[in-house]
């Protein structure tokens, strides 16, 4: 089976402090992607970074950060400096490839509140 | 490219009413999805199109529900005998088939949200 752990219900920070999202992941395929999404206040879900199980290398997009660890099975997102603007609801994600189908597996959601 | 379209935004409705949403994909991508997402919690699979031909269906997809994607274009998603528990957004996304195995990235709608008195 497969799932998607994001314990972090909910964080607050104020602007300018970094912050780390944390995504524990399960499955028994060899070859998977992995996702984050950003849904704020609008619903709509907006991506972010796809990531797929044979590349290890840690990613930066200006203020965002993702480490991926296939060791402890996890691929946290790290937001530096942040701000207002950063305040959503983020979601993990996984698309195993051995069920033939493509649909993803999302965590619960991490709610980030950034205070100005 | 325009992102994907659903329509309504917003959908109230009686118990027992049937009700169909839209979604519009970005043109060109073969694949749609749709998916529940209820308060609080991730989105949750409900049903895949590639091309016109419907590939899976969640066991959430019960005998009231049924999605169509007639000429692989645009989705309808009917619900049949509303219950209270269908209140949720119905979200839509398409992806490209890029590669001939494995996922590709899926672009989300904005939603229809659903509010079953």
């Known amino acids: 089976a497969q799932k998607v752990t994001q314990a972090q219900t909910e964080i607050s920070v104020v602007e300018k402090e970094d912050v780390t999202l944390d995504c524990v992941y399960e499955?028994?395929?060899?070859?998977?992607?992995l996702f984050w999404y950003k849904q704020p206040p609008s619903g709509e879900l907006v991506f972010l970074i796809r990531r797929n199980s044979f590349d290890e290398q840690n990613e930066i997009s200006g203020r965002y950060s993702w480490n991926f660890q296939k060791s402890t099975s996890s691929f946290n997102f790290t937001i530096t400096a942040s701000q207002v603007v950063d305040s959503a609801v983020y979601f993990c994600?996984?698309?195993?490839?051995?069920?033939?189908?493509?649909?993803?597996?999302f965590g619960t959601g991490t709610r980030l509140k950034v205070l100005a | 490219d325009t992102g994907v379209s659903q329509d309504p935004r917003h959908k109230i409705t009686k118990r027992g009413q049937n009700v169909t949403f839209r979604c519009d994909p970005i043109s060109e991508h073969n694949r749609l999805y749709w998916y529940r997402q209820t308060l609080g919690q991730g989105p949750e699979f409900l049903t895949y199109f590639q091309n016109e031909a419907q590939l899976e269906k969640s066991r959430l997809l019960s005998d009231r529900f049924s999605a169509e994607r007639p000429k692989g274009s645009f989705s309808t998603l009917e619900i049949q005998r509303t219950e209270q528990g269908d209140s949720a957004m119905y979200l839509c996304a398409s992806s490209p088939q890029k590669r001939t195995s494995g996922t590709d990235t899926q672009y989300f709608g904005p939603g229809t949200r659903l509010t079953v008195l």
């Open positions: 499955t028994r395929d060899t070859t998977y992607y």
């Open positions: 994600a996984l698309s195993g490839t051995t069920s033939g189908t493509y649909k993803y597996i």
